[in-house]
Protein backbone atom coordinates (compact mmCIF):
# COMPACT_ATOMS: atom_id res chain seq x y z
CA UNK A 1 0.00 0.00 0.00
CA UNK A 2 1.28 3.18 -1.13
CA UNK A 3 2.05 5.59 1.64
CA UNK A 4 3.35 9.58 1.53
CA UNK A 5 5.06 11.39 4.12
CA UNK A 6 5.79 15.10 4.30
CA UNK A 7 8.43 16.90 6.40
CA UNK A 8 8.12 19.20 7.44
CA UNK A 9 4.55 19.74 8.29
CA UNK A 10 4.64 23.60 8.90
CA UNK A 11 7.23 26.08 7.36
CA UNK A 12 8.00 29.76 8.33
CA UNK A 13 10.14 31.37 6.76
CA UNK A 14 10.83 35.05 6.26
CA UNK A 15 10.42 36.67 2.80
CA UNK A 16 12.63 36.22 0.02
CA UNK A 17 14.20 33.16 1.38
CA UNK A 18 14.86 30.22 -0.79
CA UNK A 19 13.22 26.72 0.78
CA UNK A 20 12.61 23.13 0.07
CA UNK A 21 9.55 20.94 0.77
CA UNK A 22 10.26 17.14 0.67
CA UNK A 23 8.22 14.34 -0.25
CA UNK A 24 8.46 10.50 0.05
CA UNK A 25 6.58 7.51 -1.12
CA UNK A 26 6.97 4.07 -0.24
CA UNK A 27 6.05 2.66 -3.49
CA UNK A 28 8.13 3.15 -6.16
CA UNK A 29 6.42 2.21 -9.00
CA UNK A 30 4.48 5.49 -9.46
CA UNK A 31 3.41 6.53 -12.99
CA UNK A 32 3.66 10.08 -11.78
CA UNK A 33 4.08 12.76 -8.83
CA UNK A 34 2.12 15.97 -8.50
CA UNK A 35 2.48 18.78 -6.45
CA UNK A 36 -0.69 20.62 -5.42
CA UNK A 37 -1.02 24.02 -3.73
CA UNK A 38 -4.14 24.78 -1.27
CA UNK A 39 -5.19 27.91 0.09
CA UNK A 40 -8.08 27.80 3.03
CA UNK A 41 -11.46 27.27 2.18
CA UNK A 42 -10.45 26.51 -1.59
CA UNK A 43 -9.59 23.37 -3.68
CA UNK A 44 -6.24 21.83 -4.73
CA UNK A 45 -4.56 23.85 -7.55
CA UNK A 46 -1.72 21.69 -9.51
CA UNK A 47 1.64 23.43 -10.00
CA UNK A 48 3.75 20.32 -11.19
CA UNK A 49 3.23 17.23 -12.34
CA UNK A 50 6.71 15.25 -12.42
CA UNK A 51 6.33 11.78 -15.15
CA UNK A 52 8.59 8.61 -13.92
CA UNK A 53 10.60 9.33 -17.16
CA UNK A 54 11.41 12.95 -15.80
CA UNK A 55 13.43 14.18 -13.06
CA UNK A 56 12.15 17.46 -12.52
CA UNK A 57 9.93 20.09 -13.83
CA UNK A 58 10.25 24.39 -13.35
CA UNK A 59 7.41 26.82 -13.20
CA UNK A 60 8.07 30.19 -12.44
CA UNK A 61 9.85 30.49 -9.08
CA UNK A 62 8.96 26.49 -8.47
CA UNK A 63 10.89 23.53 -9.67
CA UNK A 64 10.19 20.14 -8.60
CA UNK A 65 12.14 17.07 -8.82
CA UNK A 66 12.10 12.99 -8.82
CA UNK A 67 13.94 10.60 -7.50
CA UNK A 68 11.81 7.51 -8.08
CA UNK A 69 14.57 5.28 -6.85
CA UNK A 70 14.54 6.57 -3.43
CA UNK A 71 10.79 7.22 -3.12
CA UNK A 72 11.66 11.07 -2.84
CA UNK A 73 10.42 14.44 -4.27
CA UNK A 74 11.41 18.40 -3.22
CA UNK A 75 9.82 21.30 -4.10
CA UNK A 76 11.92 24.27 -4.88
CA UNK A 77 10.45 28.05 -4.12
CA UNK A 78 12.77 30.13 -5.15
CA UNK A 79 12.46 33.85 -3.48
CA UNK A 80 9.89 33.19 -0.97
CA UNK A 81 6.79 35.71 -0.96
CA UNK A 82 3.77 36.35 1.40
CA UNK A 83 1.29 34.92 -1.19
CA UNK A 84 3.55 31.90 -1.18
CA UNK A 85 1.95 31.34 1.79
CA UNK A 86 -0.81 28.02 1.74
CA UNK A 87 -0.34 24.23 2.13
CA UNK A 88 1.69 22.28 -0.70
CA UNK A 89 0.78 18.68 -0.85
CA UNK A 90 2.43 15.84 -3.05
CA UNK A 91 0.68 12.98 -4.60
CA UNK A 92 1.68 10.40 -6.28
CA UNK A 93 -0.36 7.87 -9.12
CA UNK A 94 0.94 4.65 -9.14
CA UNK A 95 -0.55 1.50 -10.97
CA UNK A 96 -4.13 1.49 -9.20
CA UNK A 97 -4.24 4.58 -11.10
CA UNK A 98 -4.83 6.11 -7.43
CA UNK A 99 -3.51 9.74 -6.54
CA UNK A 100 -2.30 9.06 -2.95
CA UNK A 101 -1.54 12.13 -0.89
CA UNK A 102 0.63 13.33 1.63
CA UNK A 103 -1.02 15.28 4.29
CA UNK A 104 0.55 18.34 2.79
CA UNK A 105 3.45 20.94 4.80
CA UNK A 106 1.70 23.99 5.95
CA UNK A 107 4.07 27.64 4.30
CA UNK A 108 3.66 30.91 6.02
CA UNK A 109 6.06 33.29 4.51
CA UNK A 110 6.40 36.43 6.65
CA UNK A 111 6.76 40.14 5.22
CA UNK B 1 -12.33 28.03 -19.54
CA UNK B 2 -14.76 27.56 -16.40
CA UNK B 3 -13.35 25.63 -13.62
CA UNK B 4 -14.86 22.74 -11.53
CA UNK B 5 -18.29 23.72 -9.88
CA UNK B 6 -19.33 22.23 -6.54
CA UNK B 7 -22.40 23.34 -4.29
CA UNK B 8 -23.34 24.48 -1.78
CA UNK B 9 -19.80 25.31 -0.03
CA UNK B 10 -20.88 25.19 3.30
CA UNK B 11 -23.73 22.64 4.75
CA UNK B 12 -24.45 22.09 8.31
CA UNK B 13 -26.29 18.62 9.45
CA UNK B 14 -27.05 16.71 12.16
CA UNK B 15 -26.35 13.30 12.43
CA UNK B 16 -28.38 10.69 11.26
CA UNK B 17 -29.57 13.36 9.15
CA UNK B 18 -29.08 13.06 5.18
CA UNK B 19 -26.91 15.05 2.52
CA UNK B 20 -26.30 15.68 -0.97
CA UNK B 21 -23.25 17.53 -2.73
CA UNK B 22 -23.26 18.16 -6.45
CA UNK B 23 -20.27 18.90 -8.84
CA UNK B 24 -20.12 20.19 -12.10
CA UNK B 25 -16.63 18.80 -13.78
CA UNK B 26 -14.88 20.97 -16.73
CA UNK B 27 -16.79 20.68 -19.85
CA UNK B 28 -14.93 17.48 -21.95
CA UNK B 29 -13.30 16.15 -18.57
CA UNK B 30 -14.23 12.34 -18.95
CA UNK B 31 -12.60 11.25 -15.34
CA UNK B 32 -14.77 12.82 -12.63
CA UNK B 33 -13.31 11.95 -8.79
CA UNK B 34 -14.67 12.28 -5.20
CA UNK B 35 -12.63 13.05 -2.64
CA UNK B 36 -13.03 13.37 1.01
CA UNK B 37 -10.51 15.88 3.40
CA UNK B 38 -10.48 15.59 6.62
CA UNK B 39 -8.93 18.52 8.12
CA UNK B 40 -5.02 18.20 8.56
CA UNK B 41 -5.08 14.82 6.37
CA UNK B 42 -4.83 15.00 2.67
CA UNK B 43 -7.13 14.13 0.02
CA UNK B 44 -8.67 10.48 0.45
CA UNK B 45 -10.30 9.23 -3.08
CA UNK B 46 -13.87 7.94 -2.35
CA UNK B 47 -15.05 7.45 -6.21
CA UNK B 48 -13.97 7.67 -9.69
CA UNK B 49 -16.03 7.67 -12.39
CA UNK B 50 -14.85 7.28 -16.19
CA UNK B 51 -17.57 8.89 -18.29
CA UNK B 52 -20.69 7.50 -16.05
CA UNK B 53 -19.25 4.36 -15.30
CA UNK B 54 -17.41 3.50 -12.01
CA UNK B 55 -13.42 2.90 -11.76
CA UNK B 56 -12.94 2.88 -8.66
CA UNK B 57 -15.14 2.38 -5.27
CA UNK B 58 -13.02 0.69 -2.83
CA UNK B 59 -12.73 3.06 -0.47
CA UNK B 60 -16.63 4.65 -0.55
CA UNK B 61 -18.82 3.71 2.82
CA UNK B 62 -21.34 1.20 0.94
CA UNK B 63 -23.35 1.49 3.88
CA UNK B 64 -23.75 5.13 3.87
CA UNK B 65 -22.40 6.49 1.02
CA UNK B 66 -23.51 6.58 -2.83
CA UNK B 67 -22.72 8.84 -5.96
CA UNK B 68 -23.91 8.72 -9.50
CA UNK B 69 -23.21 10.46 -12.04
CA UNK B 70 -25.93 10.17 -15.20
CA UNK B 71 -25.17 10.67 -18.57
CA UNK B 72 -21.68 11.49 -18.11
CA UNK B 73 -21.50 14.93 -17.06
CA UNK B 74 -22.52 16.44 -13.53
CA UNK B 75 -22.56 13.89 -10.16
CA UNK B 76 -23.98 13.66 -6.76
CA UNK B 77 -22.73 12.39 -3.52
CA UNK B 78 -25.08 11.24 -1.12
CA UNK B 79 -24.46 10.64 2.32
CA UNK B 80 -27.46 8.56 4.46
CA UNK B 81 -27.38 8.78 7.60
CA UNK B 82 -24.75 10.96 8.45
CA UNK B 83 -22.35 10.40 11.31
CA UNK B 84 -20.24 12.67 12.78
CA UNK B 85 -16.57 11.37 11.65
CA UNK B 86 -17.96 12.50 8.28
CA UNK B 87 -17.58 16.08 9.05
CA UNK B 88 -14.85 16.65 6.33
CA UNK B 89 -14.43 18.87 2.60
CA UNK B 90 -16.11 16.94 0.13
CA UNK B 91 -13.82 17.84 -3.02
CA UNK B 92 -14.74 17.11 -6.52
CA UNK B 93 -12.32 17.05 -8.94
CA UNK B 94 -12.04 16.23 -13.20
CA UNK B 95 -9.52 15.28 -15.76
CA UNK B 96 -9.50 15.54 -19.54
CA UNK B 97 -9.03 11.40 -19.73
CA UNK B 98 -8.17 8.44 -16.99
CA UNK B 99 -4.41 8.62 -18.64
CA UNK B 100 -1.59 8.10 -16.20
CA UNK B 101 -0.35 11.69 -16.71
CA UNK B 102 -3.89 13.54 -17.52
CA UNK B 103 -3.75 16.51 -14.46
CA UNK B 104 -6.69 16.67 -11.59
CA UNK B 105 -8.54 20.09 -11.57
CA UNK B 106 -10.00 20.66 -8.52
CA UNK B 107 -13.48 22.61 -7.81
CA UNK B 108 -13.32 24.60 -3.94
CA UNK B 109 -15.44 21.67 -2.54
CA UNK B 110 -18.40 21.59 0.05
CA UNK B 111 -17.36 21.79 4.00
CA UNK B 112 -19.47 19.58 5.66
CA UNK B 113 -20.21 19.97 9.11
CA UNK B 114 -21.87 16.93 11.06
CA UNK B 115 -23.31 17.92 14.56
Known amino acids: KQEVTQIPAALSVPEGENLVLNCSFTDSAIYNLQWFRQDPGKGLTSLLLIQSSQREQTSGRLNASLDKSSGRSTLYIAASQPGDSATYLC??????????FGKGTKLTVNP | EAGVAQSPRYKIIEKRQSVAFWCNPISGHATLYWYQQILGQGPKLLIQFQNNGVVDDSQLPKDRFSAERLKGVDSTLKIQPAKLEDSAVYLC???FGQGYNSPLHFGNGTRLTVT
Open chain 2, 93 to 95: ASS
Open chain 1, 91 to 100: AVKGGSEKLV
